[in-house]
C-alpha cells in the first residue's frame, strides 16, 4: 500500500552533514505520518524524529534536537532529514517510516505503531 525508499546515507567525518531523503508513493504520502529510527549493531531500535501528516507536529530525539531537521515535501512526495554536526555516535542504519495512527494515539515515538518501512540506508561518522 505504501511504497517508501531511502537515500542519501554515506560516510562522513565527524562534524559533518548528510540529508536522507525518503521518497513514498504519491498517492497516500499526505495520509500518513512518518519518521525516521535508526539502528546501530547490538542495539535496540530507536526514535530519531517524527513528522504529523500535515507537517504540523515535528518531533526529536533529545540525542538528536538541535542537530537533526526533519521535514516533508508534498509535492515530491519525499521526507527528509538533514543531519548536522554528526557525531560518531549517530552512526547506524537509518529507516523511514510511515503509519496512520502515531500522532492519534501519541505513539509517534514507537517503533510498533509504524505500519510501513523502507530498507534502511547506512549512516557511518569516523572518529
Known amino acids: 500500500q505504501v511504497q517508501l525508499v531511502e537515500s542519501g546515507g554515506g560516510l562522513v567525518q565527524a562534524g559533518g552533514s548528510l540529508r536522507l531523503s525518503c521518497v513514498a508513493s504519491?498517492?497516500?504520502?499526505?495520509?500518513?505520518?512518518m519518521a525516521w529510527f535508526r539502528q546501530a549493531p547490538g542495539k535496540e531500535r530507536e526514535f530519531v524524529a517524527a513528522s504529523s501528516r500535515g507537517g504540523g507536529s515535528r518531533d526529536y530525539a533529545d540525542s538528536v534536537k538541535g542537530r537533526f531537521t526533519i521535514s516533508r515535501d508534498y509535492a515530491k512526495n519525499t521526507l527528509f532529514l538533514q543531519m548536522n554536526s554528526l557525531k560518531p555516535e549517530d552512526t547506524a542504519v537509518y529507516y523511514c517510516?510511515?503509519?496512520?495512527?502515531?500522532?492519534?494515539?501519541?505513539?509517534?515515538?514507537?517503533?510498533?505503531?509504524?505500519?510501513?518501512w523502507g530498507q534502511g540506508t547506512q549512516v557511518t561518522v569516523s572518529s
Open positions: 517510516a510511515a503509519g496512520r495512527r502515531p500522532y492519534s494515539t501519541g505513539t509517534y515515538s514507537s517503533h510498533p505503531d509504524y505500519d510501513y
Open positions: 504519491r498517492r497516500t504520502f499526505s495520509s500518513y505520518d
